[in-house]
């Protein structure tokens, strides 16, 4: 993820989601975080990233995943990868933006 210079505050949130519809896709998960297919996929199975999976189908709630972002600003700014248990890792998805 590319955060140097931004003020990330709920403005700037508000309008990095304004254009997606309610429930996300893993593909606007790709797009909004600039990372690979197989870093949101393990992220979404991890439990990193919010969300639910009824049999194939991953459903993402837009607002979760913004709340999300608030909560892991500082960790997302210095290219830590958040962990679902709170505990940040190493930065190692910065080199797949």
Do not use: C, H
């Amino acid at each position: 993820m590319r955060w140097d210079g931004l003020s990330v505050d709920p403005k700037y949130l508000e309008a990095l989601f304004a254009k997606y519809p309610e429930r996300l896709t893993p593909q606007d998960l790709e797009e909004i975080f600039g990372l690979s297919r197989n870093t949101v996929y393990r992220w979404l199975q991890t439990g990193v990233i919010p969300a639910y999976q009824v049999e194939k189908t991953w459903l993402i709630a837009r607002d979760q995943v913004k709340d999300w972002v608030w909560q892991n600003r500082n960790s997302l700014r210095e290219g830590r990868t958040p962990t679902a248990g709170g505990d940040q890792a190493a930065g190692e998805d910065q080199a797949e933006s």
